[in-house]
C-alpha cells in the first residue's frame, strides 16, 4: 500500500453551515423536556383518547335516543352516572409512569444524569402531565355545558364520578387521579428495577394486605372509614389520590438510589 | 499524565458471583483504551459502575478523580452507550438528535448529522425498528457527536458490516485527533481494534488479567515456531503460555523477551522469533488463566458468538 | 506490510523506503503523525513512536510547529545501515533456499547476474 497521500477519511467535511450551539439546559429541565420531547406520548394520546370518548359517548347516545324507550331527558340524567373518563386513562397512565424508569431513564442516565437530577426532574414532568390533564378535563367540561351536553344529551365530564359538574371538583379528580396512576407506575418500574418480577409481586400483596387490614382495623373500631368521605368528596378523593402519588414518589426514591439502571 | 480512570479492588458480587473480582487499574487521561475479555468476563459491569449505574459491592472507583456515582460534576463529562441501551419508548433518531444536545456541552450537531450520513441512518423510523446494525450505528453517532471527556462504548459494531466497521474506527480515530479526548471500548473484534488501541485491559472471569499500554503487552511476549524439537529445545525452562502444532512443526508462545541465548538457539535450529500480536497474547492469557482458551482462540466459537448476535 | 514486526517498526521502514525512492527527497516535509495515523488506521502514540524512532536515528528532524522534514544526508545514513543489514535480511535467506533447492554458488550467481540483466538493472 501507498502512503504517499495521507488518505482522504471516510466522507467529506460537513458541506453544511455548523448549527447554532445550543444554550445548555438546566439539569432539571433537560429531564423535563426530554419527556415531552415526543410531544405524542404526554399530549397527543391522551387528547385522543378524551376525543375518541366523546365521540363514542355521542354515538351511544345517539343510538339509545333511536331505540331505547326513554325521553331524552331520563337519558341524559342517566348518563350522568357515565365513568368512561374515570377509567380510561388509568391504564395509559400507568404505562406512562412504567417507561418514565424502565426506558427513558437508562437513556438518560446513559447521557451523564444523576438519579437525583432524573428523579426531581421527572417528577416535575409527571406533575405537570397531571396538571395538563385536570385542565383539559376542566375545559372539556365547559365546552361539553356551553355545547348542550355535546349536542345531543351524551354526558361525558358533566358527570357524578369526576365531580358532579363543578369545574374545581373536575380539575382536582384529573389532576389527582392521573398523578396517582402516573406516581404508581413509576413506582412499580423501580421496584422492577430493584428486585424483578418477584419484587413486583411482592408489593402488589404487600400493599393490599396493608390496606386491608387498615379498613379491618378501622371496622373494628367502630369507625367507618367511608363516612369520612361526606361532605367535600371530590377534594377529599383528590387528596388521597395526592397522599397516594407522593407515598408511592417516595418510595420510589428510596428504592432508586439503590438500584442498578440500564441493564 | 493524570488518570482518567482508576480502580482499587473493585468488586462486584451478584447474589452468589463476583461479576468482579477485586481489580485494580488505570487509565490515563486521552487515550484509546480497549477493553477486553469473554462474555460475563466483566466488561459492561465494570462500564457501569464507572458510569455511575450500577453499584459497586466493596473497593474503589474513580473517573476524573472522583467516585462517579451521584457526581453530577463527572457524569455530565460521561457518555454511555450500552450494547443494549434502551431509548424512550417511540423515540426515533430525530428524537436523539433534538434531546442528546441537551445533555453534553460539546455536542457537535454538524458532526452528529454527517455521521448519520455515513451510517445512512434513518431519521425517521421508530428507534425499536431498527436493525441490529443501525442501533450499533445510534450507539456510535451519540459517542462521537457527544465529544465527551469520558466516552465508553460498549461492543460499538455489533451488527455493523466490515465497510461500517471500518467507517467508525476512522471516524474515532479522526475524532480522538482532532478532539483528544478518553475512550473506553470493550471488544471481541481484537486484530481489528489492536492498531487503533494505546492501552489495552483485559478481564477474565471478573478477574483483571492484563492492564498497560498495548506496547508493554506485545513486548511481554513472543512467538517461536519451527519443528517440534527444536522447539522444544530452544525453549527450555521459559514459560510456555501457549502452544499450537501442526504436524511436526510447533508454534509456541513464550512470556517474556527473547535475549541473545535464545536467538543463537533460535538461529542453530532454524526457528523464526516473532513479535505476538495482541489478539495471540489474550488467547494465550485465555489459557494460562482458565485451562481453556480465550473464545478469540477459536475462530468456530468467535462465529457462534457472531451467529447470536445476529440473531438478537 | 509485514504483520511479523510491531506496527510502529512497519511505518518507520515504510517512511525509510520512501525516502530511499525518492518520493520524501531530503529537507521535504513529510506527513503528519495524525496523517500517518489515520491513513494507517493506527493510533497516534504508535505512529508517534514510528515517526520518533526516524528522529532518534536522525533520519527526520523536527522543526516545533510546522512538523517533520527529511534531514540532509538521510539518504546516505539509510543507504549505509540497509546496507549493513543486507546480508543478514536478504543474502542468508537467498542461500539458505538456494541450498534447500540444490542451487550451488555459481548458479546462483549466474541467475542473478540474469535476472539483473532483465531487469536492466
Not at chain 2, 494460562?288 to 468456530?300: D, I, S
Amino acid at each position: 500500500m501507498s502512503i504517499t497521500q495521507p488518505r482522504p477519511v471516510a466522507g467529506a467535511p460537513s458541506a453544511q453551515p455548523t448549527l447554532p450551539t445550543q444554550r445548555p439546559v438546566g439539569a432539571l429541565m433537560k429531564i423535563v423536556r426530554l419527556h415531552f420531547a415526543d410531544p405524542m406520548r404526554m399530549i397527543g394520546v391522551p387528547l385522543f383518547i378524551f376525543g375518541s370518548i366523546i365521540v363514542l359517548c355521542i354515538v351511544v347516545m345517539g343510538l339509545l335516543r333511536s331505540f331505547a324507550p326513554a325521553s331524552p331527558a331520563e337519558l341524559t340524567e342517566g348518563f350522568g352516572y357515565n365513568q368512561a373518563t374515570l377509567w380510561c386513562f388509568a391504564g395509559y397512565f400507568v404505562s406512562i409512569g412504567v417507561m418514565a424508569y424502565s426506558r427513558t431513564m437508562p437513556f438518560a442516565l446513559g447521557m451523564g444524569s444523576t438519579r437525583r437530577q432524573y428523579f426531581v426532574g421527572t417528577c416535575l414532568a409527571l406533575l405537570l402531565e397531571s396538571v395538563f390533564i385536570g385542565v383539559t378535563m376542566t375545559v372539556l367540561l365547559a365546552l361539553e355545558k356551553a355545547t348542550g351536553h355535546w349536542f345531543n344529551g351524551a354526558r361525558v365530564f358533566d358527570v357524578v364520578a369526576i365531580g358532579n359538574g363543578s369545574y374545581s371538583s373536575t380539575f382536582l379528580m384529573g389532576f389527582g387521579l392521573s398523578a396517582a396512576m402516573l406516581f404508581i407506575g413509576a413506582m412499580f418500574a423501580v421496584v422492577f428495577l430493584r428486585w424483578n418480577q418477584k419484587g413486583v409481586i411482592a408489593v402488589i400483596f404487600g400493599t393490599v394486605a396493608v390496606l386491608l387490614a387498615l379498613i379491618w382495623l378501622l371496622l373494628a373500631a367502630g369507625v367507618n372509614p367511608f363516612g369520612w368521605f361526606e361532605g367535600a368528596t371530590f377534594a377529599k378523593i383528590a387528596l388521597i389520590m395526592i397522599l397516594v402519588a407522593l407515598i408511592s414518589a417516595t418510595g420510589s426514591w428510596l428504592m432508586l438510589r439503590r438500584a442498578p439502571v440500564g441493564r | 499524565m493524570s488518570l482518567a480512570i482508576e480502580t482499587t479492588d473493585l468488586t462486584k458480587v451478584y447474589r452468589h458471583t463476583a461479576a468482579l473480582d477485586h481489580v485494580s487499574l488505570g487509565i490515563e487521561k486521552n487515550t484509546i483504551c480497549g477493553l477486553l475479555g469473554r462474555n460475563g468476563a466483566g466488561k459492561t459491569t465494570l462500564m457501569s459502575i464507572l458510569a455511575g449505574q450500577e453499584l459497586k459491592t466493596s473497593g474503589q472507583a474513580r473517573v476524573l478523580g472522583a467516585d462517579p456515582f451521584e457526581n453530577a460534576a463527572v457524569l455530565a463529562q460521561l457518555s454511555f452507550a450500552r450494547e443494549n441501551q434502551k431509548y424512550p419508548e417511540e423515540f426515533k433518531v430525530s428524537h436523539v438528535l433534538r434531546t442528546a444536545p441537551w445533555f453534553y456541552a460539546g455536542w457537535d450537531a454538524g458532526f452528529a448529522r454527517r455521521l448519520i450520513g455515513e451510517f445512512r441512518l434513518p431519521l425517521k423510523t421508530p428507534i425499536k425498528k431498527l436493525s441490529r446494525g443501525q442501533l450499533s450505528a445510534v450507539a456510535i453517532v451519540v459517542g462521537l457527536a457527544s465529544r465527551a471527556p469520558v466516552t465508553f462504548f460498549d461492543e460499538p459494531y455489533l451488527g455493523l458490516d466490515a465497510t461500517a466497521r471500518g467507517i467508525f474506527y476512522d471516524l474515532l480515530l479522526q475524532d480522538y485527533m482532532e478532539h483528544p479526548r478518553t475512550i473506553l471500548m470493550s471488544t471481541h473484534l481484537i486484530d481489528e481494534a489492536a492498531n487503533l488501541l494505546e492501552h489495552v485491559v483485559v478481564l477474565q472471569d471478573g478477574r483483571k488479567i492484563l492492564d498497560s499500554s498495548v506496547e508493554e503487552a506485545t513486548a511481554s511476549a513472543f512467538t517461536l515456531s519451527g519443528t517440534a524439537t527444536a522447539v522444544a529445545e530452544a525453549t527450555g525452562p521459559r514459560k510456555v503460555l501457549r502452544t499450537q502444532a501442526l504436524g511436526g512443526l510447533r508454534s509456541v508462545t513464550i512470556a517474556g523477551i527473547p535475549d541473545e541465548r535464545l536467538y543463537a538457539d533460535a538461529r542453530a535450529g532454524g526457528l523464526e522469533v516473532g513479535p505476538v500480536s495482541l489478539q495471540e497474547l489474550v488467547a494465550a492469557h485465555g489459557l494460562l488463566e482458565g485451562g481453556e482458551p480465550a473464545a478469540v482462540a477459536h475462530p468456530a466459537e468467535k462465529d457462534q458468538t457472531e451467529a447470536k448476535e445476529a440473531l438478537r | 506490510m509485514d504483520d511479523s514486526k510491531p506496527i510502529f517498526i512497519q511505518l518507520a521502514e515504510e517512511i525509510e523506503g520512501r525516502i530511499l525512492e525518492g518520493t520524501y527527497p531530503e529537507g521535504t516535509q513529510v506527513p503528519s503523525t495524525n496523517e500517518f495515523a489515520a491513513f494507517m488506521r493506527i493510533n497516534p502514540a504508535t505512529a508517534g513512536k514510528g515517526l520518533n524512532r526516524l528522529v532518534d536515528a536522525g533520519i527526520l528532524h523536527k522543526r516545533r510547529g510546522i512538523g517533520m522534514f527529511v534531514a540532509t544526508g538521510a539518504l546516505d545514513r539509510l543507504r549505509s545501515v540497509r546496507r549493513e543489514a543486507f546480508g543478514d535480511q536478504y543474502l542468508s535467506p537467498l542461500i539458505d533456499e538456494a541450498a534447500r533447492l540444490g542451487i550451488d554458488s555459481d548458479e546462483l550467481i549466474a541467475m542473478i547476474g540474469h535476472r539483473a540483466a532483465v531487469a536492466g538493472k
